[in-house]
């Protein structure tokens, strides 16, 4: 089974950065995609993008132009960075796992850590 | 494309069945056999309950079932019990831009 966990500050302050990180156990990273996904107070679940195992990326047209994200599989975690964040940025943030055989759906998950952006 | 349409609630007694819609258009829902559904107690990881519209993981309860009629996929459950109570969300390919998209998010309740 596979474990995620999300870390990171759950304060971040508006046209700044937010940084989160997943730790992944037990497994080896080529087996999946990892994504990460947020949802709003309020609303509901929001893909942000993917990254594979060789670092290839895919984001949600919407949020393409402030989202990077990275992976070291040395460590066995990947990370977010969303720039330039306002407060509808302000989120439940999750991180989870697809088959990438069928990256369309999300197997295992993380408990998400909630980030609020206020100055 | 907008979010998937979900009712924001269902509720129902135990022991009863209860379904749950997601809407969607020609361009997910009804364009690909491609829907996911989630469950989410608050607090805890979200588990995954169906995937492909129909299938279900190993270790999901078979009172979870999911089916699909056109551009609005469903999900039922039987036999609802308290734990049950959480909210769900639909999910389904989107043909690559955006890759997938999310519902808005049913919240269950056993009365």
């Known amino acids: 089974q596979v474990q995620l966990q999300e870390s990171g500050p759950g304060l971040a302050r508006p046209s700044e950065t937010l940084s989160l990180i997943c730790k992944v156990s037990p497994v080896s990273m080529s087996t999946y995609y990892w994504n990460w996904i947020r949802r709003p107070p309020g609303k509901g679940l929001q893909w942000i993008g993917y990254?594979?195992?060789?670092?290839?990326?895919k984001f949600d047209p919407s949020l393409e132009s402030r989202v990077t994200m990275s992976i070291d599989t040395s460590k066995n975690q990947f990370s977010l960075r969303l720039n330039s964040v306002t407060a509808a940025d302000t989120a439940l943030y999750f991180c989870?796992?697809?088959?990438?055989?069928?990256?369309?759906?999300?197997?295992?998950w993380g408990q998400g850590i909630g980030v609020t952006v206020s100055s | 494309q907008s979010a998937l349409t979900q009712p924001a609630s269902v509720s129902g007694s135990p022991g009863q069945s209860i379904a749950m819609s997601c809407t969607g258009s020609?361009?997910?829902?009804?364009?690909?056999?491609?829907v996911s559904w989630y469950q989410h107690h608050p607090g805890k990881a979200p588990i995954l309950l169906i995937y492909e519209v129909t299938k279900r993981p190993s270790g999901v309860s078979s009172r979870f079932s999911g089916s699909k009629s056109g551009n609005t996929a469903s999900l039922t459950i039987s036999g609802l019990q308290a734990d049950d109570e959480a909210d769900y969300y639909c999910?389904?390919?989107?043909?690559?831009?955006?890759?997938?998209?999310f519902g808005g998010g049913t919240k269950v309740a056993v009365l």
């Open positions: 989870a796992s697809a088959n990438r055989g069928s990256p369309n759906y999300f197997e295992y």
């Open positions: 999910c389904s390919y989107a043909g690559g831009s955006p890759f997938v998209i």
């Open positions: 990254i594979n195992y060789s670092g290839r990326t």
């Open positions: 020609s361009s997910d829902v009804g364009g690909f056999s491609l």
